[in-house]
């Protein structure tokens, strides 16, 4: 089948299933503007803040949408999922909202406070567990794989999966109409780890603006993607060593790559050094705090690497998890 006709994981039907069954359990986050950024820029910025989602980033989209959709049986068993943070908190949150039991695969070095949170999730739900590997010499999908075979759970992996991806997709969602009164956007930045949010928004973004630029921005450390779109196939990588620990990826998904080879039109890559800058920006500025992998499509526009003079652009801030002393030491200094 040509890859460019071939069916992909989800559709803009999926993306409007998941936006239904989140209305009343997602925050609806605001879209902020900055006049300093637009000038700096020359481009009409708007940034989703999903940072300001419940568990500080836009994982509880595609994590609820997931675990609604399970079966009684399904529920009582409980839902199995690795991830460097994020992940593991929306899943958490979303199996204690739902009713059952969650057990995390997180790296021994996640952040205290993705770890911490994770935990309190989980407090009070019978079966919850946080299990810790290395994350350097041990494989997470295996462990994910072999305790949801010996538990009966439900294996949820962080962006492969259609319902992920699909409920991932309602923040582009939201921010295009959000911003529609003022005309379409030109182009919108999303933070590329395993390709979850960036195909799910890239989805959700041609479907209403078919002119629309969707672009991947990636740590420089960690650039399987951008390194698979130039070979036309999925590339495995070490585990990169960047402060975006959120997008410490050794691979596109099987899933995710095809709409990201159909849809985005390229991935770009920015240093750990320029993520400081959108953090310490988006403090100074905007008053938020941004997590390393939150600000990568920030730091992307903010420091040229992609230049959009005259253009009306959208970027996904994708989330605020970010433990509170590294976070000061990195604003301090800029230690990286």
Same mark, same amino acid.
């Given at each position: 089948? $040509?890859?460019?006709?071939a069916?992909?994981?989800?559709?803009?039907?999926?993306?409007?299933?998941?936006a239904a069954?989140?209305a009343?359990q997602?925050? *609806?986050t605001? /879209?902020?503007?900055?006049? !300093?950024?637009? +000038?700096?820029?020359?481009?009409?910025?708007f940034?989703?803040?999903e940072?300001?989602?419940?568990?500080?980033?836009f994982? =509880?989209?595609? &994590?609820?949408?997931a675990?609604a959709? =399970? +079966?009684?049986g399904q529920?009582?068993?409980?839902?199995?999922?690795?991830s460097?943070?994020?992940h @593991?908190?929306?899943?958490?949150?979303?199996?204690?909202?739902?009713g059952?039991?969650s057990?995390?695969?997180?790296p021994?070095d996640s952040? @205290?406070?993705?770890?911490?949170? !994770?935990?309190?999730?989980? #407090?009070? #739900?019978?079966?919850?567990e946080?299990m810790?590997y290395?994350?350097?010499?041990?494989?997470?999908?295996?462990?994910?794989?072999?305790? &949801?075979e010996?538990?009966g759970?439900?294996?949820i992996?962080?962006?492969d999966?259609?319902?992920?991806?699909a409920g991932?997709?309602t923040?582009a969602l939201?921010l295009?109409?959000? +911003?529609?009164?003022?005309?379409p956007?030109?182009?919108?930045?999303?933070?590329?780890?395993?390709?979850?949010?960036? %195909?799910?928004?890239?989805?959700?973004?041609h479907?209403?603006?078919?002119?629309i630029?969707? /672009?991947?921005?990636e740590?420089?450390?960690?650039?399987?993607t #951008?390194?698979?779109?130039?070979?036309?196939?999925?590339?495995h990588?070490?585990?990169?060593?960047?402060?975006?620990?959120?997008a410490? !990826?050794?691979h %596109?998904? !099987?899933? +995710? =790559?095809?709409?990201?080879? *159909?849809l985005?039109?390229r991935?770009?890559?920015v240093?750990d &050094?320029?993520?400081?800058?959108?953090?310490? =920006?988006? @403090?100074? *500025?905007?008053?938020?705090?941004?997590e390393?992998?939150?600000g990568?499509?920030? &730091?992307?526009?903010l420091?040229?690497?992609?230049?959009a003079?005259?253009? *009306?652009?959208?970027?996904? /801030?994708?989330?605020g $998890?970010?433990?509170?002393?590294?976070?000061?030491a990195?604003?301090?200094?800029g230690a /990286?």
């Amino acid at each position: 089948m $040509n890859p460019d006709t071939a069916p992909l994981a989800i559709g803009y039907d999926d993306i409007i299933a998941a936006a239904a069954r989140l209305a009343g359990q997602a925050h *609806r986050t605001p /879209v902020l503007t900055s006049t !300093t950024l637009n +000038t700096r820029t020359g481009a009409q910025v708007f940034l989703k803040c999903e940072n300001l989602q419940r568990m500080g980033a836009f994982k =509880f989209r595609g &994590a609820y949408n997931a675990l609604a959709q =399970f +079966t009684p049986g399904q529920r009582r068993a409980g839902v199995i999922a690795f991830s460097s943070g994020n992940h @593991a908190q929306a899943i958490a949150l979303s199996a204690r909202l739902l009713g059952m039991p969650s057990v995390i695969v997180m790296p021994q070095d996640s952040p @205290a406070a993705k770890l911490a949170a !994770t935990r309190g999730y989980q #407090q009070g #739900q019978a079966g919850s567990e946080v299990m810790l590997y290395d994350r350097y010499t041990e494989d997470r999908e295996a462990i994910g794989r072999r305790v &949801a075979e010996e538990r009966g759970m439900t294996l949820i992996p962080p962006y492969d999966h259609p319902h992920v991806m699909a409920g991932q997709g309602t923040a582009a969602l939201e921010l295009i109409e959000d +911003t529609a009164a003022g005309g379409p956007l030109d182009l919108l930045l999303v933070c590329v780890g395993g390709g979850g949010l960036v %195909s799910g928004c890239a989805v959700a973004a041609h479907h209403l603006n078919p002119g629309i630029r969707v /672009v991947g921005v990636e740590p420089e450390a960690g650039n399987d993607t #951008q390194q698979s779109l130039a070979l036309g196939r999925i590339v495995h990588i070490d585990t990169p060593k960047t402060i975006a620990d959120g997008a410490q !990826t050794q691979h %596109s998904g !099987t899933l +995710t =790559f095809p709409v990201i080879q *159909r849809l985005v039109e390229r991935i770009v890559t920015v240093s750990d &050094a320029q993520l400081v800058q959108a953090m310490r =920006f988006a @403090a100074e *500025r905007l008053k938020q705090v941004v997590e390393p992998t939150g600000g990568l499509g920030l &730091a992307a526009l903010l420091c040229g690497v992609v230049a959009a003079p005259g253009q *009306r652009v959208g970027v996904i /801030v994708s989330g605020g $998890n970010v433990d509170i002393a590294r976070y000061a030491a990195l604003l301090a200094d800029g230690a /990286v």
